[in-house]
C-alpha cells in the first residue's frame, strides 16, 4: 500500500463529497511555499502536471498587486510553462472568471489536457460542460484534472477593497498576502506589518450569490484543497478520484509532497465537516427565504420562466 | 431500431455538420437508429412516420410548404427534438426582415417551438457536437429523467439569450461571475467584468447558449454528473 492510501482516512461524504480520502500536506519546495497561500498544494500539483506533460495547460488566476488602478484584481489565465505557474500562486478574495478561458485554452492555445483550479462554483459549471457542453465545442474530454479549492463565500472587488483599505487600514497596493483563518481576515503587507478584522466584521461585503451556494468543499473536483483542518501552512486535501490520487502518489513518491494523517493534526477534519454543515445549513435557508420571495432558485430558473 | 428522420427547414446545415463532427461516435449513432429521411443524405422526398424527428432550422411563416412540413411532424413523429437555436429559440432568425434576393418576401422566420409541440429543444448555433452526441445518446438509452432541462428548454419561453441571462441570473443575485457564459458564447458578446457577465447586445445573436451553459440557471443534478463524467467514461 502507498504511503499516501496508509494515512489517509475518510469523512463524512455528505458534507464533504464522495471521497477516496483526506490527509494533510505541504509542498517540499521552499520557492512554492515562499508565495503560495497555505501548503502550496495547489501550485505543486500544476508544475508537476506542466512539468511531466500530464497537463499541457493549466488555468488559474493572476492579480498584480502593483496595478494603478485595481491593484490585487484576478483574471484568469492559460498557463503552458510551468515556470509561470508560481504567478498565479495565492488566494485572491474575490471573483475571478476561471471558467471564461476554458474554450480558449482548447481552441487558441490548442491545449488538449487542461488542469483548471476553481472555487466549488466553478467546478460545478465545468462538470456541467462536460455533462451538456451547448455552447463547449471539443472541451468535455480535454478536462484532464479539476482542482477545487474549498470556499465559504467569495467577495466582490470593491468590498474586498473596503475591507483592506477602509477596515484593516492599508492601501491594497501595499498588501503582500491576504487570508482567512482563525476567526479573522488577515492582510500582510509588503513592510511586514499584520493586520486583522473579525471575521463578522466581513460579511456584510460576502457576495449576495455565493448565499445560495451550498458546496463548500468543490464536490465534484478531482481533489480538493484547503486551509481548514490543517495547521498554517499545511493543507487539507481531499482526494476523490482514482486519477488524482495516482497523481498525488507520484508525487509523494517523488518527494515533492510532504503528507500527514490528518488526525494527527490540529484542528482536524472535525472542523471542515462543521464549517461544511454552517455552510449548507446557512445557505439552504436563504435559498428557501428567497423562494418564499419568489425569487428563483439556483439551478432551476429555466423551470420558473 | 429507432427510426430517425433528420429534417432542415429554414436553416444552414450547420447543425448537421456539428452533429457529424462526432466523428467516430456518429458512426456508433447510426448503428443504433434507422435513418428514414435526411434531404442532405438521402433520396426520401416524404417524410415518413417515425420515432424521433431532429428538426434543424427555423419555420418561414411566409412559406407554405415550410408552414405544412413543421405542422405535420405532430402526426408524423412520436418525438420532436428541435437541434440547434433555429428551432430551439429563434436564433438570429429573430432579425431576419426579409428583401433578401432569393426570396424577398420571406421575413417572418420563427423557431419550430411556436408552431407545434416540440418534446425537446437544444439550443446553440451550432450545438456543440458532443451535446448532440450526449442528447442522442440518452435519449437512445432512454433515460428521459436526464432529458428534462431540454424538455423545459422545448417549451420555448423566452430566447435563453444574454438579456436572460442578465434577467434571471445576474439580476435575481444569482451570478457568481464563473465566466462560463462568456466561454460558451460563439460571438464573443459577453465579457466578465467586476465578476459580472456584460453582453454587448449588438453582437448576440440569441442563440441560447450562455443561458444553457450557465450551472445557476439549469442545473442537471449531481448524480448524473458523478456517473456519466466523473465514472470515467469521458476517459
Ligand atoms: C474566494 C476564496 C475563498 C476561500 N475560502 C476558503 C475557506 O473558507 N476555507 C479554506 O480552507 N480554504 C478557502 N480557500 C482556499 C485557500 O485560500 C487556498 O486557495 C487553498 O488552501 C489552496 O492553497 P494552496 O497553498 O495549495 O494554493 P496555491 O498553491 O497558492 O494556489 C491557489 C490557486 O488558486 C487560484 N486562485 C486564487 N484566487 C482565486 C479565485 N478568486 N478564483 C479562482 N482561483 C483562484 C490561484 O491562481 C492558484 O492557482 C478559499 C479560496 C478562495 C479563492
Ligand atoms: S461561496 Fe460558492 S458561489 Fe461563492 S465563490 Fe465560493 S463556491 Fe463560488
Ligand atoms: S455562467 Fe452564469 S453564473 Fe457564470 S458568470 Fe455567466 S451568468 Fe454568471
Ligand atoms: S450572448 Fe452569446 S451565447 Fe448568449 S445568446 Fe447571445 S450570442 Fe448566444
Redesign the interface.
Known sequence: MSELKEIMVKGDEGLLG?HLGVFTARSTERRILRVTQDGGIVSSIMVYGLEEGKFDGVIAAVADPDDPEEPWKPR?VVITDPDEVLEAAGTKY???????????AVRSHGCERVAMV??P??V??????????????????K?ELLIGIICME?F???GLKTMVEQLCGVWMREVAKMDIGKGKFWVYTDDGEVKSIPIDETHPFE????H??TDYCA??SDLTAGSVGSPDGWSTVIV??E?ALELLEEMVEQGLLEVKSIEEVKPGLGLVEKLAQAKKNKNQKEIEERKELG??E??????Q? | MVRLAYVQLAGCCGCLV?LA?TYERLLDILDEVELVYCQTLMDEREIPECDVAVVEGAVCLNHEECVEVARGLEEKADTIVALGACAATGNFMRYSRGNEQSAPTHEAFVPLTEVVDVDYA???CP?????IE?FLTLLLEGKTDLLE?FA??A?G??E?CGC?LMY??VN?????????C?????TRAIE?V??RPVVNEDRCIK????F?????????G?D???E???GGE??
Do not use: F
Open positions: 464522495e484568469p474575490t471573483y475571478c472568471p476561471n471558467v471564461s478561458v476554458l474554450k480558449e476553481g472555487t462554483c466553478q460545478r459549471a465545468v462538470r456541467k460542460a462536460q455533462l451538456l457542453p451547448v455552447g463547449m465545442r471539443h472541451v468535455p474530454d478536462i467569495n466582490p472587488y470593491e457576495g449576495e450569490p455565493c445560495v451556494c464536490e465534484l476523490r478520484t486519477k425569487l428563483p439556483p439551478g432551476k430558473v429555466h423551470e420562466l | 456539428s463532427d437544444i439550443p446553440g450545438p456543440a457536437p458532443e451535446a450526449r432541462p423545459k428548454l417549451e419561453k423566452t435563453y436572460d434571471h441570473v435575481k443575485n444569482m451570478c457568481m461571475g464563473c465566466g462560463t462568456a466561454a460558451a458564447c460563439p466578465i467586476d465578476g442563440c441560447g447558449a450562455c444553457t451553459q450557465c450551472p445557476r440557471t439549469i442545473w442537471p449531481d448524473a454528473i458523478k456519466l463524467v466523473m469521458e476517459e
